[in-house]
């Protein structure tokens, strides 16, 4: 599965929305990106996936670069309780291969 | 969306004794079972990969008879952590996969882990 790049750390302000980025410049025709969010001392936390279409659910938005490069995970409306670690994973769907995580995305949510 | 449990939720057990950790799909058949560990401040790391019936596969540095797997089931595996040492302590999540329908893999909550 091809790697990504995720910044270590961004602030939001609460409220506001959240835009967190991820490169995968060597993604391949048949991966999908999916975001997975990890907040302290949990399991980590579906939040989205989607192969090159934009998709919404009830809790974020995904936006894909037509070439599929990168993508932007985006929280519209930031609350304290969306402070978490953000992973960004591209994978394979239809095969047995393991999901890993990279460092992610420390998101802090401010009042 | 689909459950998977774990139990314990924490753990604290003695240096040199043993501690099982149980992993449960709880509303669909999990063909595949994956263990993580994740130390403080750190990503969660794969530790193995388990399929129903057979043999788990191991990640490099992750010594096998330290950390057995049993995946007997659709919708259980187990991780025994033997002759627990302080270093092993760890947060170890667990990740089922269903292999029938859906393809998806889903996360438990995590299992603390303090060996004193």
């Known amino acids: 599965d091809a790697k990504t790049t995720q910044p270590p750390s961004m602030d939001c302000a609460e409220g506001r929305a959240a835009n967190l980025p991820c490169n995968h410049s060597?993604?391949?025709?048949?991966?999908?990106v999916y975001w997975y969010r990890q907040i302290h001392s949990q399991g980590p936390q579906y939040i989205i996936h989607?192969?090159?279409n934009n998709e919404t659910n009830e809790m974020a938005s995904l936006i894909i670069t037509e070439d599929r490069k990168s993508s932007t995970l985006i929280l519209p409306h930031a609350t304290l309780r969306d402070t978490a670690v953000y992973y960004c994973?591209?994978?394979?769907?239809?095969?047995?291969?393991?999901?890993?995580f990279g460092a992610g995305t420390r998101l802090t949510v401010k009042p | 969306g689909a459950v998977v449990s774990q139990h314990p939720s924490r753990v604290i057990c003695k240096s040199g004794t043993s501690v099982k950790i149980e992993c449960r799909s709880l509303?669909?058949?999990?063909?595949?079972m994956f263990w993580y560990r994740q130390f403080p401040k750190q990503s969660l790391m794969l530790m193995a990969t388990?399929?129903?019936?057979?043999?788990?596969?191991?990640e490099q540095g992750v010594e096998k008879d330290k950390f057995l797997i049993n995946h007997a089931s659709l919708t259980l595996s187990t991780l025994t952590v033997t002759s627990a040492h302080p270093e092993d302590s760890s947060f170890y999540i667990c990740?089922?996969?269903?292999?029938?329908?859906?393809?998806?893999?889903?996360f438990g909550p995590g299992t603390r882990l303090t060996v004193t």
């Open positions: 990740s089922a996969r269903d292999g029938l329908f859906s393809y998806e893999q889903y």
């Open positions: 060597t993604i391949s025709g048949n991966e999908y």
């Open positions: 989607g192969l090159k």
């Open positions: 994973i591209v994978r394979k769907v239809y095969n047995n291969n393991d999901m890993r």
């Open positions: 509303d669909f058949q999990a063909t595949t």
């Open positions: 388990s399929n129903e019936g057979s043999k788990a596969t191991y």
